[in-house]
């Protein structure tokens, strides 16, 4: 078990007032909690490719990074580009999954820091998946006034990727996703650190209806699909309800090539 060593220390008041009134903290950088997530992990992660021999599952996540990285750069690049959602139909697809694996590729970019916000409150996993301790987060930061973002953030021993838990889901969750906090807090993530890279892993689509407000939020669309799970009819339906003024990228998940071979499908 990982242990998450607290290091809420040095908080000054520097006197002054934020926008909502309250005492503005100056933060040293050794105010965030930090997390050791086990080597395991990642050990696991690459014994769980399916059907492929020759490229690691690292391989397969640095082409999904290249392509989101190339849409935040550009003439038609938007402002809230960097915020990545990641979400798919149904359950079970490989939401959580993939937004941890792309969280940690794009951690490894050299000019990039990653924030992992898990916003899939009501079936939170990002902690449980790191076998991390969890802890208030979003939704607290959301409801209350009285912290500062940087003390619910977790700081890991991956350089560059941080991750902000979801906390504790209320009966008002989408209320409070929609709320002016969230969408000051998304404009601070998208615009005051460019080259920062924000992924949130979100609620399916046909499940929730906190994806289409969160939806609003981001640049970039990650849509898991799982092979051999989703019909046209759902994917039809999940799209009706996807906002196409953002970038929507699709990735099919739990592919394996032995099944394409038996099944005797080939082509796109
Ligand atoms: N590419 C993959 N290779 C191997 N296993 C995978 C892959 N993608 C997902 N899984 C496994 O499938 C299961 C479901 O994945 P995950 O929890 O990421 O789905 P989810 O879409 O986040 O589900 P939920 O909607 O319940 O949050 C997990 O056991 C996960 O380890
Ligand atoms: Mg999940």
Request: hydrophobic share 40%; with cysteine; charged share 30%.
């Amino acid at each position: 078990m990982n242990t998450i060593v607290r290091a809420m220390e040095d908080i000054e008041s520097d006197g002054k007032l934020d926008g909502e009134g309250h005492r503005k903290r100056k933060l040293s950088s050794r105010t965030l909690n930090h997390v050791e997530i086990s080597n395991e992990y990642f050990k696991e992660i690459d014994s769980c490719r399916i059907g492929e021999k020759k490229s690691s599952l690292l391989e397969d996540y640095r082409q999904i990074k290249r392509e989101l990285l190339k849409n935040m750069i550009g003439l038609d690049c938007a402002s809230n580009d960097n915020l990545i959602l990641v979400t798919s139909c149904l359950a079970g697809e490989g939401k959580t999954f993939t937004a941890i694996n792309l969280a940690v590729c794009m951690a490894l970019e050299l000019d990039k820091t990653v924030l992992l916000v898990d916003a899939d409150v009501v079936a939170s996993s990002i902690c449980k998946y790191l076998a991390i301790e969890s802890s208030p987060g979003l939704i607290e930061y959301l409801k209350n006034n009285d912290r500062h973002l940087s003390e619910y953030l977790l700081k890991t021993n991956i350089e560059n990727l941080t991750i902000l838990p979801a906390g504790k889901p209320e009966v008002r969750t989408p209320e409070i996703l929609s709320g002016d906090k969230m969408q000051r807090l998304a404009k601070e993530l998208a615009e005051r650190y460019p080259n920062r890279i924000v992924i949130f892993d979100a609620p399916p689509v046909l499940a929730a209806s906190e994806t289409n407000i969160l939806m609003q939020y981001a640049g970039q669309v990650l849509f898991v699909v799982e092979a051999g799970k989703i019909n046209a009819k759902l994917l039809k339906e999940a799209m009706s309800k996807m906002d196409v003024s953002k970038k929507i990228g699709m990735v099919l998940n739990k592919f394996s090539i032995e099944k394409k071979i038996k099944n005797k499908y080939y082509g796109y």
